[in-house]
């Protein structure tokens, strides 16, 4: 404290930030004072507190107003009494020189300062000076100590606040709301994955302090998974102590970490390989969950679009598959074109020439799509050959001369056009467009 002399009517003035004092003489002393038997309380939530002042004026003992009250919850000094935040919840007893403030079911908004006040026909004392601080605390479980590399898991827990709350207090433990009949701060247990621990003491224990356990992992993806989006999976445990998070990518061998600590993970933007299976890992000093599998199936409109015939030479009569090859999710929709016309369109991606014609031939391509998108195939020549046999004979002339004759089935003497035939004299190609008549044949042989 900091004290001040002034030289005043021939008295001293003693100063102080709780009292002026006035001395006239030896052992005459008269002062204004408000003093506390506290100058901070901690207490626990839903509990009472009790507040203590002693109180004088050296000017009269005719006190006209007496009150609590605690600044900065109104410009100006207010009773307790007469604030709604406090009714029915505010007791005083004032016996001069003495003044008592008692509070009951805390509540953490309840932290404040209190002081008291009060008035006299000449004088207004107390507003000004410091008064009892109050922290309102709720009672929380602390994990000191645990042992990981057991079922079930170790640990040595303590009942504690953020303050020392005033008096001696008794405690109580609880295993799944059931009372364990243990009274100490500290508490050694074997935790099985299912046990929820929490503490109070003896003369609140309806006031508990939450409960620790071991981590609980459920895992939520967010909706509309489509290729371009933003995309996070969010997991969430209620673990206490709070839990730290990996998110895991199953592979065919292994489980790939991808994220750690938070507990959510962001796809930005996501892409149709990041599609499959993810799960979540949670781990606080109690051991560490893991959450079930979480199937993620990113949809995208189709990339590519392929056609292909299902074997190289076609010959009229074969059957013969046309497929149009795609990716896209969910699965596109096929629409087939022959040279520029629609023929046919479903889901399937093949269609079927039972029995393959020459008027079959032409250029073929497929449209695929979903409700992301469309696209169009690359182009395929579809072509029938028509096979054109030759019988070959030999006629041995009475000159002894021999003709090759050759005969065939479609015309003789007639301009045909062959196609997909090959035939060799002197190991020459005949050529697939090659007009020929049957003259031009009997320099062939076969």
């Given at each position: ?31 204004n ?6 100058a901070?309380i901690c ?5 009472s ?40 919840r ?28 009060f ?64 009274s ?6 074997l ?9 109070s003491?003896?003369?609140f224990?309806?006031?508990?302090a ?48 991808l ?38 199936d ?15 030479e076609?010959v ?43 008027e ?18 690359s ?68």
């Open positions: 404290n900091k004290y001040k002399i002034f030289a005043w009517n021939f008295r001293d003035i003693f100063v102080d930030e709780k009292n002026v004092c006035f001395f006239s003489g030896v052992n005459n002393k008269r002062c004072k408000v003093t506390y038997s506290h901070r207490a626990l939530k839903g509990s507190v009790s507040f203590y002042s002693s109180f004088n004026s050296y000017y009269s003992s005719d006190f006209v107003i007496l009150f609590w009250f605690s600044p900065g919850r109104s410009k100006e000094p207010e009773d307790l009494r007469q604030d709604p935040r406090y009714l029915g505010v007791h005083v007893i004032n016996t001069i020189p003495q003044s008592t403030l008692t509070i009951k079911n805390l509540t953490e908004n309840d932290s404040a300062e209190y002081r008291f006040i008035k006299t026909n000449r004088v207004t004392w107390g507003s000004d000076l410091h008064g009892t601080t109050l922290t309102v605390t709720d009672l929380q479980v602390e994990v000191t100590r645990t042992s990981t590399n057991q079922d079930p898991q170790y640990a040595e827990l303590k009942c504690h606040s953020r303050c020392t709350p005033t008096g001696y207090y008794y405690y109580k433990w609880f295993r799944n709301g059931q009372d364990i009949g243990h100490k701060s500290t508490y050694k247990v935790i099985n994955t299912t046990d929820r621990i929490s503490c003491v003896l003369s224990k309806e006031h508990k939450p409960e620790v356990f071991l981590t609980s992992v459920s895992a939520d993806p967010s909706d509309g998974i489509v290729e371009g989006n933003r995309v996070f999976l969010k997991c969430s445990s209620d673990a206490n102590p709070p839990a730290n998070y990996t998110w895991y990518k199953k592979t065919k061998m292994s489980a790939h970490p994220h750690r600590k938070d507990s959510e993970f962001y796809l930005n933007p996501i892409q149709a390989s990041d599609s499959g299976e993810y799960f979540c890992v949670a781990k606080n000093q109690l051991g560490e969950s893991r959450s079930g599998n979480l199937n993620i990113v949809k995208y409109a189709p990339k590519r679009a392929d056609v292909s015939l299902s074997h190289a076609i009229e009569g074969d059957s013969v598959n046309l497929t149009c090859s795609s990716d896209g999710n969910p699965a596109p929709f096929n629409r087939w074109y022959k040279d520029n016309q629609m023929m046919l369109q479903g889901q399937g991606g093949v269609y079927q020439f039972t029995f393959v014609k020459s079959d031939s032409g250029t073929y391509c497929c449209e695929v799509g979903n409700i992301y998108g469309w696209i169009n195939s182009t395929c020549d579809f072509v029938v050959v028509i096979l054109v046999f030759i019988i070959c004979f030999n006629i041995n002339l009475p000159s002894g001369l021999e003709m090759e004759i050759l005969a065939i089935m479609l015309c003789i003497y007639m301009s045909v056009f062959i196609l997909c035939i090959v035939p060799f004299k002197n190991k020459l190609e005949l050529k697939l467009t090659e007009s020929i008549t049957c003259d031009y044949l009997s320099h062939y042989f076969c």
